[in-house]
C-alpha cells in the first residue's frame, strides 16, 4: 500500500515538473494540457472514491453501527435499570407503609398497656391511701381517747394540787374526778 501511494506520488511530481516547463505561461490554459489534466483529474478524483468507498467508508459505517448499537444496547440497560429502580421504589414505599402501620399498632398498644397501667397505680394508689386513711383514722380515735383518759388524769391531779393549795387540805379524789369528767363530757358533746 505504500509503494503505490508513493509511485502516485512520484507520478505526480514527474507531470507537474513537466507541465512547469511551459513556455507559455500558465499550463492549466494551455490546450495541449488539457488532455493530461482531464487523465489526472479523473485517476485521482477515481482513486479518492475508491479510497474513501473501500477504505474509509466501511470504517465510518461500521462505527456508525458500532455506536447505534451501543446506544440501543444503552438505552436498553437504562430502561431495565429503571424498571428495576421503580420495581426498588415500590418495595421500599410498600416497606416504609408497613413500618408506618407497625409503628401506629405499637404506639397504640403502648398507649393502652400505659393508660392500664397507669389505671392499675391508680387504684392501688387509691386503695392504699383509703387504708392508711383508715389506720390514720383509728390512730387519731386511739389516741384521742388516750389522751382524753390522760386529759382526765392530768385534769384531777392538777385540780386536786389546785384545790389544795387554795383550801389548804386534802380533797377526796374521786369527787374531783367526778367534776372534770362531767366538764370534759359537755366539752365533747359541742367538740362532737
Same mark, same amino acid.
Given at each position: 500500500m505504500k509503494n503505490f501511494w508513493f509511485t502516485l506520488l512520484v507520478t505526480y511530481f514527474v507531470i507537474v515538473n513537466h507541465s512547469f516547463g511551459a513556455d !507559455?505561461?500558465?499550463?492549466?490554459? %494551455?490546450?495541449?494540457?488539457?488532455?493530461s489534466q482531464i487523465f489526472w483529474l479523473t485517476l485521482i478524483f477515481i482513486t479518492l472514491y475508491i479510497i474513501i468507498w473501500k477504505i474509509f467508508l466501511p470504517k465510518i459505517t461500521n462505527s456508525l453501527e458500532n455506536r447505534k448499537?451501543?446506544?440501543?444496547?444503552?438505552?436498553?440497560?437504562?430502561?431495565?435499570?429503571k424498571?428495576?429502580?421503580? !420495581?426498588?421504589?415500590?418495595?421500599? %414505599?410498600?416497606?416504609i407503609e408497613n413500618s408506618k402501620k407497625e409503628a401506629k399498632k405499637i404506639i397504640e398498644d403502648s398507649r393502652k398497656s400505659l393508660e392500664n397501667?397507669?389505671?392499675n397505680k391508680k387504684q392501688k394508689i387509691t386503695e392504699e391511701m383509703e387504708k392508711e386513711l383508715i389506720a390514720v383514722e383509728k390512730e387519731i380515735l386511739n389516741l384521742k381517747k388516750s389522751s382524753i383518759e390522760n386529759i382526765n388524769k392530768i385534769s384531777i391531779e392538777i385540780s386536786s394540787q389546785v384545790i389544795k393549795q387554795i383550801i389548804g387540805m386534802e380533797v377526796n379524789k374521786s369527787n374531783v374526778s367526778a367534776i372534770v369528767e362531767d366538764i370534759l363530757k359537755k366539752k365533747n358533746e359541742i367538740y362532737q
Open positions: !507559455k505561461g500558465m499550463p492549466q490554459l %494551455n490546450s495541449e494540457f488539457w488532455a448499537s451501543r446506544v440501543v444496547d444503552d438505552i436498553n440497560e437504562a430502561q431495565k435499570l424498571e428495576t429502580a421503580e !420495581k426498588k421504589l415500590n418495595e421500599y %414505599n410498600k416497606i397501667e397507669i389505671k
